[in-house]
């Protein structure tokens, strides 16, 4: 592993949790987000932040075609449960590219219902895989899950939780991203922010068009282990937000 990939786990690994040298995740909840601006100095964005996220997708103002791509492998990940969320850290050696810039993949980790919603109304999971490029930018593609067929990719997660502890180290097995993506990867694009405290502005927010399936009983396991974790919706305020062409 090299050094500059253990700079950038460092950085993208408490994204889950907005988790900052000074301030621990149990100062702020979910059940109180309008309450996160005020919980600790270093949370004034969650409050004052006009780059907020998530946002109502259906609020796209430009439509185009983007150049976006990834290139994730299969390989061995640490599940591992926060608290607040369900998390899989990732080895070196996946990737997504966005207009140009390269993002290495980090972890992936989940919120029920989604964070995005469209015309208001969220779906029930999503999963936030999360990267970061050497010098520190950081670029999240959501991929949204409704009752359907079983996914594979979640499968091996939902197998696992049985032997996950939480705030635990984690257990390690092998899993393969691209099981969690849908057939057509077509984005909603726009510049964003931590869904957590402290609420980090010039996040590079990219969102799956296509909402992939997951079994009923899937989505049961991922609710019945994290509760509700959302975010609401924050305005755009004037934000350019891409839609798939």
Not at 150 to 169: F, I, M, R, Y
Not at 191 to 220: F, K, N, R, Y
């Amino acid at each position: 592993m090299t050094s500059s990939f253990l700079r950038i786990t460092t950085l993208a690994a408490g994204i889950a949790l907005g988790s900052s040298a000074c301030a621990a995740p149990s100062q702020w909840s979910h059940e109180d987000p309008d309450g996160w601006g005020s919980a600790h100095p270093d949370f004034a964005l969650c409050k004052a932040g006009l780059m907020q996220s998530p946002i109502d997708l259906y609020a796209a103002n430009a439509v185009g075609d983007l150049e976006f791509s990834v290139d994730w492998q299969a390989g061995t990940t640490t599940l591992r449960d926060l608290g607040k969320t369900l998390q899989a850290d990732f080895p070196p050696g996946s990737y997504m590219t966005s207009g140009g810039t390269v993002f290495r993949l980090v972890q992936v980790h989940f919120h029920t219902p989604s964070e995005h919603t469209f015309s208001g109304e969220p779906v029930p999971l999503v999963a936030h895989f999360v990267h970061a490029t050497d010098a520190g930018e950081l670029g999240v593609l959501g991929v949204l899950f409704e009752a359907g067929e079983s996914n594979p990719g979640l499968g091996v997660l939902v197998d696992a939780l049985g032997d996950v502890e939480k705030a635990g180290e984690g257990i390690r097995l092998q899993l393969d991203p691209n099981d969690m993506l849908p057939d057509e990867l077509e984005i909603y694009r726009y510049m964003g922010s931590l869904t957590t405290p402290p609420c980090s502005q010039d996040v590079h927010w990219h969102v799956a068009e296509t909402i992939v399936d997951a079994s009923a009983e899937q989505i049961a396991a991922f609710e019945e282990r994290m509760g509700m974790n959302a975010r609401p919706t924050l305005p755009l305020n004037g934000r350019l937000l891409v839609a798939p062409d």
